[in-house]
């Protein structure tokens, strides 16, 4: 049983590897610093016969409310997503109605510096998703089979003492 568990979470942990590769597949990802005179432009590459739809994601790390905003353009450079950041992370979706270079640009109205992080790409369809879910069901249950094989071990050597 002590194998079985093992081997499970080693499918469990190979399968997380993979599954986080394929999700973040096509998605384009950046940071730096941002002020007044000084935005943060992600570009990434869509397909509108692949996607219909794409996300986009912003981390701020020193975030102050009503100083930052989020827009999307799309090939054309016409603004297609346009948000005021409200919090510390944001994540919106945005329709891909044709095939081409979509930029995110995360813009700050302080003349302070303030690192950001930034990430556009395809939504990831559920069968993507669910290889991520997949993953962490297969390492629990290895994770539960080592603890079962410990519990069971320690019962069978007091019943033999």
Do not use: C, H, W
């Not at 194998?3 to 499970?8: C, E, F, N």
């Not at 990430?119 to 539960?144: E, N, T, V």
Request: aromatic share 8%; net charge negative.
């Amino acid at each position: 049983m002590l194998v079985v568990s093992g081997i499970l979470i080693i499918i469990g942990l190979i399968l997380l590897v993979v599954g986080n590769q394929v999700i973040l597949e096509g998605v384009s990802q950046g940071n730096g610093i941002i002020s007044i005179n000084q935005d943060l432009t992600i570009s990434g590459e869509f397909s509108s016969e692949e996607f219909t739809y794409g996300v986009y994601a912003v981390q701020i790390m020193e975030f102050k409310e009503n100083t930052f905003s989020a827009k999307v353009f799309d090939s054309s450079d016409i603004e297609i997503s346009s948000e005021v950041i409200e919090s510390e992370t944001m994540e919106k979706e945005f329709e891909i109605e044709q095939t081409g270079n979509y930029k995110l640009i995360i813009q700050s109205n302080s003349n302070e510096e303030t690192q950001v992080f930034g990430a556009i790409g395809p939504l990831p369809d559920a069968g993507k998703k669910s290889l991520g879910f997949l993953s962490s069901y297969i390492l629990i249950a290895g994770m539960i089979g080592i603890v079962v094989s410990g519990i069971y071990g320690i019962k069978k050597r007091k019943k033999s003492i």
